[in-house]
């Protein structure tokens, strides 16, 4: 059970990260989930691969702060506006991917086994929400930057 709720709670962490626009706010929706994927892999695997992996991932989010903060230096932060509609919509999609699978929570008690069971038939929708949303991720990435301006521009 605490499994999905994290689960739960990452997906939607990881789906809100599309509707912000400022590098800084995705730098912390990013150590969130950061936080929340080392918390589900501490419940289901070794306690030493959690403090590994949360290491890793900070340090990684620390240096991405720096260098946005280095590229977005003068721009105002505002809080982003997200309508209670895409929420509501994206916890009842998350709920329905997660119900889909209803041999979820049996499978998922053999800890090792875990990653082996993302890549099988009745997991492809969570693995297929998994790809479109880190490619969404990039490609919001990729918004935000203008090439045209900034610090790293060479100068004519």
Request: aromatic share 14%.
């Amino acid at each position: 059970m605490l499994q999905m709720i994290f689960l739960s709670l990452l997906l939607m962490t990881a789906s809100i990260s599309f509707f912000l626009n400022h590098p800084i706010s995705l730098a912390l929706m990013l150590m969130a989930i950061c936080v929340l994927t080392s918390l589900l892999i501490l419940k289901l695997s070794f306690s030493w691969f959690f403090f590994i992996l949360m290491l890793v991932f900070l340090g990684g989010v620390m240096i991405i702060i720096t260098y946005m903060t280095s590229l977005a230096a003068n721009e105002k932060f505002f809080a982003p506006s997200i309508k209670p509609q895409i929420t509501l919509f994206l916890s009842g999609l998350t709920l329905m991917i997660f119900l889909q699978t209803t041999s979820f929570n049996h499978k998922l008690s053999s800890s090792f086994e875990f990653t082996g069971l993302l890549y099988e038939k009745e997991f492809f929708c969570s693995l297929l929400l998994c790809f479109f949303s880190l490619l969404l991720t990039l490609i919001s990435v990729v918004k935000l930057m203008k090439l045209e301006s900034g610090p790293l521009v060479k100068r004519l």
